[in-house]
Nanobody, 121 residues
Framework: EVQPVESGGGSVQAGGSLRLSCVLQHTVSCTYALSWYRQFPGKEREFVSGFNSDGTTRYADSVKGRFNMSQGNTKNTVLLQMDSLKAEDTAIYFC???????????????WGKGTLVIISS
């Protein structure tokens, strides 16, 4: 019922930019909180960017000042603008959806399949 889909990954030189998009498809009305994670080879998935409870955005220390998350054209879309990219940003980027709401079925976390970002130098 809930499926986030990432897009926008690719290969870019260090110092360049990419914009990732996460579009959430769902069949029921709940509260959906979208966030970004990334995973390096041989490592656990780590937090990149998300929303605080008050609606403000937060970022991992490694991307502060370079990445910016924002709402897309619809409430079911979130963007991740990545500037001043570094080789160490190379990873698979995942969109995560936290589902909540007053209805019993509004619960759980759902992950996209990921989009690959490769930064070359």
């Amino acid at each position: 019922e809930v499926q986030p889909v990432e897009s926008g990954g690719g290969s870019v030189q260090a110092g360049g930019s990419l914009r990732l998009s996460c579009v959430l498809q769902h069949t029921v009305s709940c509260t959906y909180a979208l966030s970004w994670y990334r995973q390096f080879p041989g490592k656990e998935r780590e937090f990149v960017s998300g929303f605080n409870s008050d609606g403000t955005t937060r970022y991992a220390d490694s991307v502060k000042g370079r990445f910016n998350m924002s709402q897309g054209n619809t409430k079911n879309t979130v963007l991740l603008q990545m500037d001043s990219l570094k080789a160490e940003d190379t990873a698979i980027y995942f969109c995560k959806t936290e589902v909540s709401g007053m209805n019993w079925y509004c619960r759980g976390d759902h992950w996209g399949k990921g989009t690959l970002v490769i930064i070359s130098s």
